[in-house]
């Protein structure tokens, strides 16, 4: 039973694409994110939800944008992908800054 | 704002001898200290962290490791490594109050049969 599921695993797609990738947690955490690993395995957060509220953004271009339907869903939205995008997205929760983030298997995206 | 240090990028050891993975951090508030491993191809795993208290931390897989603030350290040891430790290891902080995890740049762990 999968605690952090991301989809699509792998990601193909052409530059200036528009591509989603989603995220579910079953662990009743209240908080999501979505981090960045460059090709140098280099993580960065990108997002923090709380309760489906935005509470961390960093300097992400404007064509990235995180969507909350509720608080066990965090997914991921790119439009006009470009090839800089291309890196491994990782989703994670956990439920308070004091408990351990989980992370989920990652996402490889591929800008072609 | 914070910042983490780990100083090698890649360290390779025999099977069975001891390892230290470093990693030292900034900040100019408290902070928890963590270190998470990423097996091939797979998301991030929790070895251990460090919240308050003893400074030494005991995590999964024999690893620990022990937090020293006057050096803002929060070195990552194991006493005898196996094949199956093969992994890249992140060292991570984060501020009281901000859920926000900052990372190092990691260190490849190689076991050498």
């Known amino acids: 039973d999968t605690a952090v599921s991301q989809t699509p695993k792998y990601l193909v797609t052409q530059m200036g694409n528009d591509k989603s990738i989603k995220c579910e947690q079953n662990l009743g955490h209240d908080t999501m994110y979505w981090y960045k690993q460059d090709s140098k395995k280099f993580l960065k957060i990108m997002f923090s939800y709380n309760n489906k509220e935005l509470i961390i953004n960093e300097t992400v271009p404007n064509r990235f944008s995180p969507k909350s339907p509720d608080k066990a869903h965090l997914n991921l939205h790119i439009n006009s992908l470009e090839l800089g995008d291309s890196a491994v997205y990782f989703c994670?929760?956990?439920?308070?800054?004091?408990?351990?983030?989980?992370f989920g298997q990652g996402t490889r995206l591929t800008v072609v | 704002a914070q910042s983490v240090t780990q100083l090698d990028s890649q360290v390779p050891v025999f099977e069975e001898a001891p390892v230290e993975l470093r990693c030292n951090y900034s900040s100019s508030v408290s902070v928890y200290l963590f270190w998470y491993v990423q097996y091939p191809n797979q998301g991030l795993q929790l070895l251990l962290k460090?919240?308050?208290?003893?400074?030494l931390v005991k995590g999964i897989n024999g690893f620990e490791a022990e937090f020293n603030k006057s050096q803002t350290s929060f070195h990552l040891r194991k006493p005898s490594v196996h094949i199956s430790d093969t992994a890249e290891y992140f060292c991570a902080v984060q501020a009281f109050g901000n859920e926000k995890l900052t990372f190092g740049t990691g260190t490849r762990l190689t076991i050498i049969p």
């Open positions: 460090y919240l308050s208290g003893s400074t």
């Open positions: 994670a929760s956990s439920q308070d800054e004091v408990t351990e983030a989980f």
